[in-house]
Every structure is written in structure tokens, then in C-alpha cells.
């Protein structure tokens, strides 16, 4: 059975971090293109992280130098270490798989937009 299960997320200060993690199963583990989106509520979705299966990776600009993407093939599992968090960093946070032919074509923004599997999400707040 496809999925994808995150976990990690919690309430933080500023400045706090936190380490998400995607357990991956069935074919939503298998496609080349795996990574995090997120949506506060009242605004748009928003691309995060993306890492290809050749390990290449692509941040949005807000996030660039304080998250850093990781997978664990073996494990089938996707991490986002988060640090230096901001308030606007509060939101659902989404695992998300994409069949991206080419590992230019598996961004952020194309897995926010075209991704093929995603979770349930996972809550990050923080305060100040």
C-alpha cells in the first residue's frame, strides 16, 4: 500500500528547531522525487525542500541555510532538519512524493504542485 507518514512535528520557540520524518511505503517510496511542502492556514501552499534519488536538492529561498533535506534509501524514510524557526514557519507540514522525469524537473515548487502521494501532514508551530 502506498503512503507516506510524517511525524516530528511540535510547538517550538523562536529559534528552536525540530526534525521531521516521512516512513515511506509502497510505491509513494519509489518515485524519484520525494520532499516536504507546507500550508498555514489562509495561504497558499508552499514548496519547502525536495531531494532527487541522485541526492540532488532544491529549497524555496525562505527556507535556504536553515533546513536541510535528507533521505534514508535503505530505510525508506525522508527527513527535514529545521532549525534557526521563525513564526512564519508555523504550518501543516506535508510529505510528498513526485514521479519527476528529470531530477531538474524535482523542485520544491513542482513537488508542491505535482506531487502523486502525499500524508496526513504534521503540525509545527512556533511562538515567540
Known amino acids: 500500500q502506498a503512503q507516506l507518514v510524517e511525524s516530528g512535528g511540535g510547538s517550538v520557540q523562536v529559534g528552536g528547531a525540530l526534525r521531521l520524518s516521512c516512513a515511506a511505503s509502497?510505491?509513494?517510496?519509489?518515485?524519484?522525487?520525494m520532499g516536504w511542502f507546507r500550508q498555514a492556514i489562509g495561504k497558499e501552499r508552499e514548496g519547502v525542500a525536495s531531494i532527487h534519488r541522485d541526492e540532488s536538492t532544491s529549497y524555496a529561498t525562505s527556507v535556504k541555510g536553515r533546513f536541510t533535506i535528507s533521505q534514508d534509501i535503505a530505510k525508506n524514510t525522508l527527513y527535514l532538519e529545521m532549525s534557526s524557526l521563525k513564526p512564519e514557519d508555523t504550518a501543516m507540514y506535508y510529505c510528498?512524493?513526485?514521479?519527476?522525469?528529470?531530477?531538474?524537473?524535482?523542485?520544491?515548487?513542482?513537488?508542491?504542485?505535482?506531487?502523486?502521494?502525499r500524508g496526513q501532514g504534521t503540525q509545527v508551530n512556533v511562538s515567540s
Open positions: 509502497g510505491m509513494a517510496g519509489r518515485l524519484s522525487c
Open positions: 510528498a512524493s513526485y514521479a519527476a522525469i528529470l531530477s531538474e524537473s524535482c523542485t520544491s515548487g513542482n513537488l508542491a504542485a505535482n506531487h502523486n502521494y
